[in-house]
């Protein structure tokens, strides 16, 4: 798996930069935002370098397909009320116009109670 050395969510994944773990797998690995925007607000990234989900393809979708399954389960798991009258939401920001402020792929998973609305 590549590993840039000054990516951020790759030295997470690796254990070099602490973070509040919510789950990991050989290839997946998920902690808490530590500017969370919501109660329940955790980041899902593949553990090797993907710049964005502007990069993926079709080698990327068992990850991408597992990283989404994953999502609803962790999201009970932290606190969020079940479907349909609770929930979650995930985000992937895409490139500077897009929000992205670490150019690893990640998915922000967000829930819980409102009022947490921030756009």
Known sequence: MSHPE????CKIAAG????????????????????????????????AHIASLAQVGPEHEAMLGRMLTLAPRLA?????????EGGFRIVSNTGVEGGQEVQHLH???MGGARPWLRG
């Open 6 to 9: 000054n990516c951020i969510f």
């Open 16 to 47: 070099s930069i602490p973070s509040r773990k919510v789950y990991e797998d050989e290839h997946i690995f998920a902690f808490h935002d530590i500017n969370p925007w919501a109660p329940v607000h955790f980041l899902l990234i593949p553990k």
């Open 76 to 84: 009970l798991e932290q606190g969020c009320n079940p479907y349909p």
């Open 107 to 109: 998915l922000h998973v």
